[in-house]
């Protein structure tokens, strides 16, 4: 059995102002690519599909479209969970539709997924919450999935019955999943836990969560859950949530972060991105190949000594999105900034580092608090942007003030 594993597609997600629709509309046409090529037998994508609640239209037309070719007319199934970017009801309201089509949504870690065949041979055979067996068109041997989308340590405790107890998460997960695999995961099926979670080997080092992703770790590491928590007949864990794709650990299994298709933030800069394909066999441990993807931007983060080192470097990449720290004696002007966002359309940031001591700079001043909000105003801005606001911004910023004060 051959499984595709994808996951944190952030679909409708924006870099600062910057669209990355079309570049999402690359690497998902990619992705059906590899799925076709490598001719795999049902797709996993583990949570964060969308990058808001409430998502972009464009941005439901590309999940669905791209879903849907995903299922090859509803011969391979795809398994798609919510993520911590995701609303819960808003992935499972298409279910029944979904279904007809080899498409398998779960919100809830307690869902549990209603039986039925399509005329491909695509069947649900048993379900429980957070669990369900699988019978695909391309395989004699079934699959069998335990889901656990993210929710929150209080909400995860209510589903698995124990929200008064005392057990860390990390023991109460093991519980329920055991349970689950003792029931339904012999040696006859290939046996698979996805989740979106933020999982670690005990005793390593915690990852870094992604830049500006919402963080699922409280404080103290109290909802990390361990590798040692997976019962011993899962084959493959796929995992959702960290963006850079990461083998978290091999025992008892392979278990794996995909990543993201593409970088999100400059924390991600020159970061390749994968899918994974995985290969199992009933009884024996799942192999992994990592297959590099090729679509979006890169992002890339520069720092330039003078104007004329950037336009030289910016020239050189032009086809990548720009994180620019500008080295300069003196601020910049509008005209420099015109001029470089001329040599450059991908220019999301530039850090102006005044190296002239003679200038003012925040690191050498204190803020004054006693000054009125517009000249904090014009003080902020001029640390972000390296330049005064024009009369248009402060006006704007003045009857933000009024209406504030009206309120």
Known sequence: MKILHTSDWHLGKRLEDFSRLEEQKAVMKEICEIAEREQVDAVIVAGDLFDTFNPPTEAVDLLYKTLKRLTANGKRPVIAIAGNHDSPDRIEAPDPLARECGIIFTGYPNSKISSFLLETGLQVMQSDEGFM???????????????????????????LGKENSEMELRNLLQEKWQQLADKYCDNQGVNILA????????????????????????VGGAQAVYTENIP?????????????????????????????????????????????????????????????????????????????????????????????????????????RRHLNTVHEGIITIIPEISNQDVPTDASSQIDLSQSMVNLFRDYFLHEKGQEPNEEIMQLFQELLAEEEEK
Not at 203 to 214: F, I, Q
Request: aromatic residues 8%; proline residues 8%; charged residues 25%.
């Open 133 to 159: 067996e699988l019978q695909l068109p391309t395989c004699e041997i079934p699959l069998r999935i335990l889901l656990t989308p993210y929710a929150n340590e209080y909400r995860l405790k209510t589903f």
């Open 232 to 336: 011993s007949q899962i084959q493959f864990t796929a995992l959702g949530h960290l963006h850079r794709m990461q083998q978290v650990d091999t025992s008892p299994s392979p278990v794996y972060y995909c990543g993201s298709p593409l970088s999100y933030s400059f924390a991600e800069a020159n970061q390749q991105k994968w899918v994974l394909i995985v290969e199992a066999l009933p009884g024996e441990m799942a192999t992994v190949k990592e297959i590099p993807l090729t679509q979006g931007k890169r992002l890339l983060r520069k720092k330039a000594k003078g104007l004329e080192d950037a336009i030289a470097w910016l020239t050189e990449n032009k086809d990548a999105l720009v994180e620019l720290t500008l080295v300069t004696e003196s601020y910049l002007t509008a005209t420099d």
């Open 195 to 218: 989740t979106h979670l933020f999982m670690v080997k005990k005793g390593v080092p915690l990852p870094e969560e992604p830049e500006d992703e919402k963080p699922i770790l409280h």
